[in-house]
């Protein structure tokens, strides 16, 4: 069965990078055709896609975040990551990472989530 | 960007009741909403996938509905569990995904 499973520190400075990893087990991170991406929630609040990787490489970001965020590949270690830069403590928030299908006609629905971990951006 | 607006906000009911979610589109999206459901402290859950679908191992007590802009989640009788957040998600206009601002299942 695949699982996701965040990594990271928990406190980050503002106008400093976030940088997290998601491990995969249980599968490939390069079989299939899916997106892997992550989603945010900050405290109290609701759920907030931040960008997605494909199975062929693309990325796909949040407009409101593009400038600042990349998500990347490690193969070889069967691994995806987000990296956002220069952060504020509106970032501060618990952080998913997601699998998503490459349905046809665009990204399936989030069908398999990690934990999440949380950031808190702070001085 | 697709705008998602759920209604109510929150939804007392008692158990053994029947929920109904709905989440409306600022455009047509389709069939292409999905439903999740997240307990305080754990990840969302995926329930309902292109507006009809039950994802693998949901109860058939959830069932989803409706197309274009407007659509609900049905939960036929209540059980403990079911008492969380329920948001939805739109994925016919993208980037970016976008989620609805959720709705609060909690006992009367």
């Known amino acids: 069965q695949l699982q996701l499973q965040e990594s990271g520190p928990g406190l980050v400075k503002p106008s400093e990078t976030l940088s997290l990893t998601c491990t995969v087990s249980g599968g490939s991170i390069t079989s299939g055709i899916y997106y892997w991406g992550w989603i945010r929630q900050p405290p109290g609040k609701g759920l907030e896609w931040v960008g997605s990787i494909s199975h062929s490489a693309a990325t796909f970001y949040h407009p409101s975040l593009e400038s600042r965020v990349t998500v990347s590949a490690d193969t070889s270690k069967n691994q995806f990551s987000l990296r956002l830069t220069p952060v504020t403590p509106a970032d501060t928030a618990v952080y998913y990472c997601v699998r998503h299908k490459d349905s046809g006609n665009g990204a399936d629905a989030f069908h398999i989530w990690g934990q999440g971990t949380t950031v808190i951006v702070t001085s | 960007e697709v705008v998602l607006t759920q209604s109510p906000a929150t939804l007392s009911l008692s158990p053994g009741e029947r929920a109904t979610l709905s989440c409306r589109a600022s455009?047509?999206?389709?069939?292409?909403v999905a439903w999740y459901q997240q307990k305080p402290g754990q990840a969302p859950r995926l329930l309902i996938y292109d507006a009809s679908n039950r994802a693998t191992g949901v109860p058939a007590r959830f069932s989803g509905s409706g197309s274009g802009t407007d659509f609900t989640l049905t939960i036929s009788s209540l059980e403990p569990e079911d008492f969380a957040v329920y948001y939805c998600?739109?994925?016919?206009?993208?980037?970016?995904?976008?989620f609805g601002g959720g709705t609060k299942v909690d006992i009367k």
């Open positions: 998600q739109q994925r016919q206009h993208w980037p970016p995904l976008t």
């Open positions: 455009q047509s999206v389709g069939i292409y």
